[in-house]
């Protein structure tokens, strides 16, 4: 999908995660790769350690940094408002601004969470954010700050329902874990959104760095999910299926559907969550996978017990 050539020396923060795995194979192969996890730089420090982290941004001289750590825990946010900001907004000005002064092309992983979700069509890059949590917030901080710095090149790719086949929480890392585990299951069907697999999150990504690398006007929000709708007990639904036809044990007889009043949590999930890719569509001419396919591809990445 991404033609022409990557910049060549990119900088993966959070590079555990799992969009971060998922970059490093994808891009491992055709540039230098530099992976850092939170002991060489860690958000909830950045802005008093900023001396030391922009004296090693200045020798590795990167042509990409890509933020893919955060606070990612939704519910404890509620409960640690100043630590999820410090990390997803806070210390992305800080990340800009460094950036910025070094002359690489920043990218930023952002989230569905910046919407309220109340609507019934598509979000799109220009739709007004209204997030409902901590969470939410933070992140939409995050992004306000990279564009207020004004960075040359800078890309802040909103995504939703991120899974992956890496040992890190995921839906489809508990579902396949809990079918195994239990005989019957509970599982919310009225929130709606499009399941990502993290690999096609990482493609779309090297192909975004190559278009803004050849032309910086491109630089900016773009949304990017698989393609197709589904709730959460659809998509539960779909990884049992494909996790039976691959050939796992699962204990599991019964998948109840229940509501999201039944299933409280401390923070407020947005009910519509899908994300109109249009703009990514048309900056790389291509059309995302359906979340399904990309479910297919992942559950045979999943090693089994």
Request: aromatic fraction near 8%; charged fraction near 20%; proline fraction near 7%.
């Amino acid at each position: 999908m991404a033609h022409g050539t990557l910049p060549q020396r990119i900088l993966i923060l959070g590079c555990w995660g799992q969009v971060g795995r998922a970059l490093q194979l994808v891009l491992g192969p055709r540039a230098t790769v530099i992976p850092w996890d939170k002991s060489q730089c860690d958000l909830t420090h950045l802005p008093l350690e900023l001396d030391r982290f922009a004296q090693a941004i200045q020798t590795l001289k990167p042509d990409v940094i890509i933020n893919g750590a955060a606070y990612t825990a939704v519910d404890r946010a509620e409960e640690e408002p100043e630590l999820a900001q410090q990390i997803n907004g806070t210390a992305l000005q800080s990340l800009a601004q460094l950036a910025h002064r070094c002359g690489a092309t920043l990218v930023h992983i952002s989230t569905d969470y910046v919407f309220n979700g109340f609507g019934h069509r598509p979000y799109g890059e220009t739709d007004a954010p209204d997030p409902l949590g901590i969470y939410g917030r933070s992140k939409l901080a995050g992004e306000k700050a990279i564009v207020a710095e004004g960075c040359d090149r800078y890309l802040i790719l909103r995504t939703a329902w991120v899974y992956s086949e890496y040992d890190r929480p995921n839906f489809l890392k508990t579902m396949v874990r809990l079918g195994q585990e239990r005989e019957v299951l509970q599982v919310v069907a009225d929130q709606v959104g499009s399941p990502t697999w993290a690999r096609d999150i990482a493609e779309v990504i090297a192909a975004l760095m190559v278009r803004i690398h050849q032309d910086p006007s491109l630089s900016g929000i773009y949304h990017y999910s698989n393609s197709g709708v589904a709730s959460w007990y659809d998509f539960a639904v779909a990884i049992f299926e494909e996790a039976i036809a691959a050939g796992w044990s699962l204990k599991l007889k019964q998948l109840i559907p229940i509501a999201t009043e039944d299933y409280p949590t401390p923070a407020q999930r947005p009910a519509y969550s899908v994300l109109n890719c249009h703009k990514v569509r048309q900056v790389l001419q291509f059309t995302p996978p359906h979340w399904h396919q990309s479910l297919r591809q992942a559950i045979t990445q999943l090693p089994k017990p």
